[in-house]
Each structure stands twice: as C-alpha cells, then as structure tokens.
C-alpha cells in the first residue's frame, strides 16, 4: 500500500510534534489531517527534554528563536539524583568529551583507577559545577557554548511548558494540513484495520495511515484493534504523579540549569524551572502512599499551599506492536517508561523520524517489512530505558522505607520486554565498561558514558581493581586538570541563566 493520505488522532504533545514534522519532511502531495477534541483536555506539565528535542525542533522549520521563548524555555545540562545514595549523581545530557579520552578509549578507565568516590567525579564535570553555579551554557551569544567546536549550533536540552510548546507548533504547522476540531464517537475497522473514524460533526474520515496519538488511551491501537500492552511494572513501580507550579521568589536562584530528582518515601519528585515558574512533581507508586498524602508530601516539601495539583495515572509499558495493520501509534499510546531521565518526548520524536525516514526511503509504502522494522527499533529504544530506569531504583543505595526496599527485591530477571535483558546490561558494565560510546546499536538513548556515571555513582566498582595502563592514567590526570582550570575560568565567564535568558527573551 502507498500513503498519500494520513490522519492523526489526537492533538497534545505528540499529535502536534507529527504534524510539524510529517508537513515538513514528507512529499507535498501526502495529505496531513489532525483530528483533535477541544472537548478532551491534554496531559501537560513542565517538560524536560534530551538534545534530541532540538535537532528534531528544528527539522519542523522551528529555530530555537522561533520557540525557546514562546514556550518559556530554560537551558538543562542533565539530571542530579538528590538523596539515592550519600552523595548526589549528575547525568549530564551529551557532553561526550566527557566520556571518551581517544579512539577505543574511554575516559572511565581513568576514573576505574582512581577510585576516588560519586563526589570527586561529578565535581569534575564541567557541565555539573555550572550547573550548580547557575550558569547558562551560552557566552552572551545563542552560538558560542560552553563546549567550543561545533561547526553547527549545538544541541541542548531545555526545559519548557508542555501547552506551550502544543500552542507554538499548532501555529507552526495548522495552515500546511487539515486541522479538525470534533470528537470521534466510533471507529470503524475491519480485518485490514481502521476503516473510518466516524465523527461527531465532521461524518466518517477515511485515510491510509492512521497515527494514534491518542495517549494513554490508545484508541486505535489498543482498543480499536486490540494490540496486547505489556506493562512494564513488574521493574519500574511507580505508576502515579502529582504536578504542582510553583512561582519563584528569586529567579535568578531559583532558575537552575538542570533537573532535580529528589528521593521521596514512595518515589521521587522533579523540580523543572522554566521561564515563567518552577514545575514541581511526585511520581510514587500508589501501592505505597495514596494519592491525597502523596499530594500532601509535595506540598509540604515545596512549601505551596494554594496553585491547584494535576494527579495523573500513569501506564507504563509498550504495545506488542506499535505499527499494526494501518495505524502507528506515537507518544504515550506507543508506550511510556516514567518521568525519570524525560525520555517521553524523545520516545515521540525517534518514532516520528523513524516513521518519515521509512516512507521516504520507501517512495511511501507500507508493508509487513516496514512495520516490522519500526515496531523492532521502537521496542529496543524503550528496553534500553527501561533497564537504565530499573538500574537508577534496583542500585540506588536508597533502602529506608517500603518502597525503597520493594525496589531492591525486584530480580534482574523480571522484565518481559523483547531486546536485551536488565542482567546481560549490566554484565556489559560490570566489571568492565565497554570502551566504545554506542555498543552494537545499543545505548543510543544514553550513551556508555552516562550507564557509567550512574554506575560510578552508586560505588558501583568499588569492589574491583584495576590495572590501567600508566600512559591512560597520565593522560587522564592531565586531561581531567585541564577540565578543571577551564571551568573555574568557566564560571567567572559565563552568565547566570536568568540574566542570560532575560536579555535574550527581551
């Protein structure tokens, strides 16, 4: 079959990303329609995003000019675990100098000599202490980053306002497809899949391909045509949220550059400056606190009192297959692992680029082959994330209440997900690192460098010794020093982020 003609269902994050991107990067003659309900209200709360979100961004036709400050966006060098273990763990976002020392080299065989400790080694990332000084990763000037080099703008992460970042792509992209605003009250389908999408005013649309974006619903997919989820709970816990803003008293403080994970009784909860204010959350499993004390934790530990909570459900899990028949589920219908590391966006944007590189390799055809290929790369995307979040509970030294200690009785050998089990993972770390950055098409999402930050972190190679080659060890003492000079020179240099972003934004 050739697609000349596609509906998405459902607006939200991941409907508006696919349209942005579909209407940009596809043939002209492919029909595009979005079909959303104003009815049906979105999931949206401060969002932090990976590098990828960037890149992905601006093949929409979208420069960082044209959204950071519509969508009230702050810069995010990566993510600190607060209170997992004794000291804190940085995974920063994709400084790779960081990891690699040369070819077939990485710069954890220096680390693994040493055995100085989480702290001595986070302290040596540039990326970190500005981060915790506040520092914004531009010198005055959109270009010139703290990482010198790149012969393109680089790519950072950020964090933003999830209806904003909707409301700035909707007006991107709505006058290059068909924009429908109604609610489906049957969806038609027949041995070769969906049909028709029978609407409340707009009768009975038809398409080639349908794009369930849909959420955790899963209207297509899921319950039109019956694709089996495997949940994924049985390794990641948690399975509620409570978002709660919260406005600054002091911006230039309180706007830090990166996210906080702060350990909790029965989870963790984020804290996201954008713009505007602080995004707060508790994500904790419900077999362990209830919802209205859950609520009651993170205002307490926040301190507000009046903005009005978001309780979310999450389902974590992926669909057996997220091409089937003719509907290709993205965003949260596809599969969703938990806030942890904000690999949901990134999860939308590999399958939408997945999705358009298929078809336009393919002169728009839609076969078993091409099905398959996107379901495969899809579920080893997700099994990677989900090992990497199981490893963040399972080795955090954390084990002072029920739920801390429920994390650490769960066996590497649960997990139902197809790909590379959570123990042959770890057997690629433990003892010894792999000395390449991506691995055989894995750790893509995260690379060898950042499993070793929250292995390194969490002691995980303390029991261990090595013999590292002197010169390796030398040159690593040099380099790391050098690191250092240039980040104290770093944070007389570079602005705070507040400042930064308050003459950038105008």
């Not at 919260?246 to 990166?258: D, L």
């Not at 909790?264 to 209205?292: H, K, L, Q």
């Amino acid at each position: 079959m050739t697609i000349n003609n596609i509906i998405i269902v459902g607006g939200g994050s991941s409907g508006w990303l696919t349209a942005a991107y579909l209407s940009n990067n596809l043939p002209h003659q492919v029909k595009i329609a979005l079909i959303e309900s104003s009815e049906i209200p979105t999931i949206g709360v401060g969002e932090g995003t990976q590098p990828f979100t960037m890149p992905f961004l601006q093949d929409c036709g979208l420069e960082p000019a044209d959204w950071m400050k519509k969508t009230d966006a702050t810069y995010k060098y990566g993510v600190e675990l607060i209170g997992w273990s004794d000291d804190p763990v940085f995974i920063d976002n994709d400084t790779q100098e960081m990891a690699v020392l040369g070819p077939n080299i990485m710069f954890h065989n220096y680390w693994l000599s040493k055995k100085c400790g989480a702290k001595e080694y986070i302290n040596s990332m540039p990326a970190y202490i500005l981060a915790k000084h506040n520092k914004a990763p531009k010198a005055n000037h959109p270009d010139l980053d703290y990482t010198p080099g790149y012969t393109e703008q680089s790519c950072d992460a950020v964090h933003f306002n999830a209806h904003d970042i909707i409301s700035t792509l909707k007006a991107h992209c709505k006058d290059r497809i068909t924009y429908i605003d109604d609610l489906i009250v049957e969806v038609i389908t027949d041995e070769q899949g969906v049909t028709g999408l029978k609407t409340k005013n707009n009768g009975i649309l038809t398409a080639d391909l349908y794009i369930d974006c849909s959420g955790f619903d899963s209207l297509l997919l899921e319950k039109s045509l019956g694709v089996k989820f495997i949940p994924v709970n049985d390794v990641l816990l948690c399975n509620r949220a409570v978002a709660i803003p919260k406005q600054y008293t002091n911006k230039k403080e309180e706007m830090h550059p990166y996210t906080k994970a702060i350990a909790m009784d029965a989870g963790w909860r984020w804290t996201i400056p954008t713009y505007s204010r602080i995004g707060n959350g508790y994500v904790y499993c419900d077999d362990f606190i209830s919802s209205e004390k859950a609520e009651e934790a993170l205002r307490k530990s926040i301190n507000e009192w009046s903005a009005p909570a978001n309780h979310i459900k999450m389902k974590t899990g992926i669909h057996e297959h997220i091409a089937y028949k003719n509907v290709y589920a993205i965003g949260l219908s596809a599969a969703f692992a938990e806030p942890l590391e904000a690999t949901g966006i990134t999860f939308t944007t590999k399958a939408i680029s997945n999705l358009v590189q298929v078809l336009n390799n393919s002169n728009g055809q839609w076969n078993d082959d091409i099905r398959n290929f996107l379901t495969n790369k899809y579920q080893v995307m997700v099994n990677e994330i989900v090992n990497f979040l199981f490893l963040h509970y399972k080795l955090a030294p954390k084990d002072d209440t029920p739920f801390w200690k429920a994390t650490k009785d769960i066996p590497y050998s649960s997990g139902c997900l197809p790909g590379v089990g959570i123990k042959n993972v770890l057997d690629k770390f433990v003892p010894n690192p792999p000395n390449t950055l991506i691995e055989n098409g894995y750790f893509e999402m995260f690379h060898v460098g950042q499993w070793f930050s929250l292995l390194y972190g969490y002691d995980v190679y303390n029991k261990y010794v090595y013999n590292i080659d002197k010169h390796i060890v030398n040159y690593g003492d040099w380099v790391n020093t050098m690191y250092k000079d240039r980040t104290k020179y770093a944070l007389n240099f570079f602005p705070n982020q507040y400042e930064y972003l308050k003459e950038l934004y105008g």
